[in-house]
């Protein structure tokens, strides 16, 4: 799983990316920290791990900004884990990743990541960036006002 987290322009250097990520996650000396900006947040999402992982967080993040709803969650099934960008307007709530083997941790997370700012599912459009199968598809439609994938 990608190891990163997202600091605001203002704070940011590239001298301290390291230091700043380490504060967050378990670094190996080894383990190289890059750094991609994030102009649509103001923001600078700094990592360590494989460089397309990186690439679809800051998409992700890209895409909920773009999207012209007021409650924006953008949702990405990989691997072993789920990605979960949840904002409000132009506030940035939630951007993190969870180990989610399977579909139904998958929906647990997005839930409890909802429950925590209070958006209703009922009111709440999900976006699935990337592949998403027809089964959590289906199940997500009980609860959401409506299912897309960008």
């Known amino acids: 799983m990608l190891k990163y ?73 990989g691997g072993d884990a789920v990605d979960i960008v949840v904002a409000a307007g132009e506030r940035l709530l939630l951007c993190n990743s969870f180990p989610a083997r399977d579909e139904v941790t998958a929906q647990y997370y997005l839930f409890a990541a909802l429950k925590q700012f209070q958006i209703n599912p009922e009111l709440t459009r999900v976006h699935f960036f990337g592949e998403a199968g027809e089964g959590i598809k289906g199940d997500l439609f009980r609860h959401f006002a409506s299912v897309e994938v960008l």
């Open 5 to 77: 987290t997202l600091i605001p322009e203002g704070y940011f250097s590239e001298e301290a990316a390291a230091s700043q990520l380490a504060q967050v996650v378990i670094l190996e000396k080894s383990e190289p920290v890059k750094s991609l900006e994030l102009p649509c947040y103001k923001a600078v999402l700094v990592y360590a791990g494989d460089d397309a992982a990186a690439r679809c967080i800051a998409d992700m993040l890209s895409a909920a900004a773009a999207l012209d709803r007021y409650n924006k969650v953008v949702v990405h099934l």
